[in-house]
């Protein structure tokens, strides 16, 4: 789990007061400023962290979301080139393109295991693993279309299936890839195989790809929470109620 800010001591509420005490003339307007910063200050836990937001993603993990889909898009588009012959006319180094397809899947996974080093990355691969009874929940509110809220830890159900496809997918097609780069070690029927898996598991990839971007397009907080590593408290009490509640903000 990401390390969160320690509880901040006294509040907000006493730097407040000193700020909107009496404030005519000279001497209340800097006694008024001097409350304000005082009481932003306060408000704030050790790391400058503000109360109203939780960390939800330390640095480390956001750069290897940015490589892994900077890799992922790259594998993505390099692959609608090669196998569309609409898109392939417009190229003319095909062999260009085959060369930074096979790269990018290559190293894909290289993100991943250099998160391992960071200890709030391993935490999040391990709350990802776990599949809880309120996911459950989730998962068949979700399908039938329920409305209201649904009840989720710091990922939903959602996050967590996508996650678990998505890692052994990228596994699947990282071994199809190397044998049908390397033909000749090979015998035909494997060929064939890995061929037939890779083209079709590669087209089932990138509609959940756009799915997912889909979805990240609606939920401007959960795109800030990835450029920033902090989410905004309310937000995280209404999509991930069970994180929130774990984290509670200062003073409780």
């Keep these: 789990m990401t390390r969160l800010p320690d509880r901040a001591g006294g509040g907000t509420g ?90 990018s899947g290559v190293l894909l996974p290289l993100p991943l295991l250099a998160g391992l080093a960071s200890k709030a990355f391993r935490a999040d691969l391990d709350r990802l693993n776990r599949f809880a009874t309120y996911d459950w929940r989730w998962l068949s509110r979700a399908v039938r279309r329920v409305p209201g809220p ?11 299936l996508y996650a678990s496809f998505m890692a052994g997918a990228v596994l699947v097609m990282l071994g199809t890839g190397i044998v049908m780069w390397f033909p000749y070690l090979t015998p035909l029927v494997w060929r064939t195989g890995s061929t037939f898996v890779h083209d079709w598991l590669a087209i089932f990839i990138g509609v959940l ?44």
């Design 14 to 103: 006493a730097g407040s007061g000193a700020g909107t005490g009496s404030g005519t003339g000279p001497g209340g307007a800097v006694r008024g400023t001097v409350g304000a910063s005082a009481s932003a200050s306060a408000a704030s836990s050790e790391d400058g962290v503000p109360p109203d937001l939780l960390r939800r993603f330390t640095t480390a993990e956001r750069w290897v979301h940015r490589a892994s889909a900077a890799l992922m898009g790259v594998a993505i588009v390099t692959a609608a080139f090669l196998y569309l012959p609409a898109l392939a006319e417009l190229v003319g180094r095909r062999r260009l393109l085959v060369i930074v397809h096979e790269w």
């Design 209 to 252: 790809v756009i799915g997912h971007i889909g979805m990240a397009v609606r939920d401007p907080d959960a795109r800030r929470a990835l450029r920033t590593g902090f989410a905004d408290r309310r937000w995280a009490r209404r999509e991930h109620p069970l994180w929130e509640k774990e984290n509670p903000p200062p003073g409780e």
């Design 150 to 160: 649904r009840v989720s830890g710091k990922f939903n159900a959602g996050q967590k």
